[in-house]
């Protein structure tokens, strides 16, 4: 008599199709709730969002009109789109390479016997702590053209200050270069943990074997750091990507206009500002669909261990 397929199937799984309903009840009560709160206030609003995208709708106005793609082709068709998308490419890629090079630089000269270190460790990473709102307030006195710390270092060497409350550019790299100081700590610390995990003897035979430091650097220290700055790279991405409140202090999307507005600060300008709700709600779903596809596409390429 041929056994039966259940006593043919390995222990773990027979134990599996074993398993008493108290263990389902168990995950389901530590489940349930985090997957209801996650449903109830990320999942739904983004629904919402999106159905909203559809609808011409004043927000001071309790009715709305469908309008369809309306809101999508104009979004599409406006000149001044492009140039948003312009501002929040450079801001979120010249913040998430500047903090992340900077980062591991003091990492890597920090993480070593040095008197004081640990208080240089806590002075950078407090930046990090503090709300956007109240840095940019400071950065505002440190940029100032007239009586500003910038001012100040430029005068002496004898360079023209720029106006950078007025010129576009040099107000873009004003709140690029302020974000990136208040986020520095961040990256900062994130590599100096993932400096003292790795593997000592590695650096030890490289050197044994005669490698420079520049070539242990690149041979050795930074393959151990490649899942370190995968895992940066998508959270100061999405960090950098969805900035508000440094660009609302330091210059309200000017100048000029849209000089260093970004979609984010653009959802707020025409929803809170212009009372175009449903368009801003177009703007936040077309930045949902691209932060997710550049994030699926980040996460995929740390599957692949770093192969395109």
Same mark, same amino acid.
């Given at each position: 008599?041929?056994?039966?397929?259940?006593?043919?199937?390995?222990?773990?799984?027979?134990?599996?199709?074993?398993?008493?309903w108290?263990?389902?009840?168990?995950?389901?009560?530590?489940?349930?709730?985090?997957?209801?709160?996650?449903?109830?206030f990320?999942?739904r609003?983004l629904?919402?969002?999106i159905?909203?995208?559809?609808?011409?709708?004043?927000?001071?106005?309790?009715?709305?009109t469908?309008?369809?793609?309306?809101?999508?082709?104009?979004?599409f068709t406006?000149?001044?789109?492009?140039e948003? /998308?312009?501002?929040?490419?450079?801001f979120?890629?010249?913040?998430?390479?500047?903090?992340?090079?900077?980062?591991?630089?003091?990492?890597?000269?920090?993480?070593?016997r040095?008197?004081?270190?640990?208080?240089?460790?806590?002075?950078? @990473?407090?930046?990090?702590?503090?709300? *956007?709102?109240?840095?940019?307030?400071?950065?505002q006195?440190?940029?100032?053209?007239?009586?500003?710390?910038?001012?100040?270092?430029?005068?002496?060497?004898?360079?023209?200050?720029?106006?950078?409350y007025?010129?576009?550019n040099?107000?873009?790299v004003?709140?690029?270069?302020?974000?990136?100081w208040?986020?520095?700590?961040?990256?900062? /610390?994130?590599?100096?943990?993932?400096?003292?995990?790795?593997?000592?003897?590695?650096?030890?035979?490289?050197?044994?074997?005669?490698?420079?430091?520049?070539?242990?650097?690149?041979?050795?220290?930074?393959?151990?750091?490649?899942?370190?700055?995968?895992?940066?790279? !998508?959270?100061?991405?999405?960090?950098? @990507?969805?900035?508000?409140d440094? !660009?609302?202090?330091m210059?309200? *999307?000017?100048p000029? *206009?849209?000089g260093?507005?970004?979609?984010v600060y653009? !959802?707020?300008?025409e929803s809170?500002?212009n @009372?175009?709700?449903?368009? *801003?709600?177009?703007?936040?779903?077309?930045?949902?669909? /691209?932060?997710?596809?550049?994030? /699926?596409?980040?996460?995929?390429?740390?599957?692949r261990?770093?192969?395109?």
């Amino acid at each position: 008599m041929s056994p039966s397929p259940e006593r043919t199937l390995p222990q773990h799984e027979r134990g599996l199709r074993h398993r008493p309903w108290r263990d389902y009840a168990l995950f389901a009560a530590l489940v349930g709730p985090n997957l209801a709160l996650l449903i109830l206030f990320t999942y739904r609003p983004l629904a919402d969002n999106i159905r909203l995208s559809f609808f011409e709708w004043n927000i001071a106005s309790p009715n709305s009109t469908f309008v369809g793609l309306a809101n999508y082709r104009e979004w599409f068709t406006r000149p001044d789109s492009w140039e948003i /998308v312009g501002n929040t490419i450079v801001f979120t890629v010249a913040t998430v390479a500047g903090s992340m090079a900077l980062g591991l630089g003091l990492a890597l000269l920090l993480d070593r016997r040095l008197h004081g270190r640990n208080l240089v460790r806590s002075a950078l @990473f407090a930046p990090f702590v503090i709300s *956007g709102a109240a840095v940019g307030i400071a950065f505002q006195f440190v940029f100032d053209p007239n009586f500003g710390l910038v001012q100040d270092v430029l005068t002496r060497v004898g360079i023209p200050t720029p106006d950078f409350y007025q010129d576009s550019n040099w107000a873009l790299v004003m709140v690029t270069l302020t974000y990136m100081w208040k986020n520095l700590g961040y990256t900062f /610390v994130i590599y100096l943990a993932a400096l003292q995990g790795l593997r000592p003897e590695l650096s030890e035979a490289a050197a044994i074997d005669g490698a420079s430091r520049g070539t242990t650097f690149r041979r050795v220290v930074l393959p151990q750091l490649r899942p370190t700055t995968y895992f940066l790279s !998508i959270t100061v991405l999405l960090n950098s @990507f969805q900035v508000f409140d440094i !660009i609302n202090v330091m210059t309200r *999307g000017g100048p000029l *206009g849209t000089g260093t507005t970004t979609m984010v600060y653009q !959802i707020y300008d025409e929803s809170f500002r212009n @009372f175009r709700a449903g368009y *801003g709600a177009t703007v936040a779903t077309i930045m949902f669909l /691209v932060l997710l596809a550049v994030t /699926v596409y980040q996460v995929r390429i740390m599957d692949r261990g770093g192969h395109l």
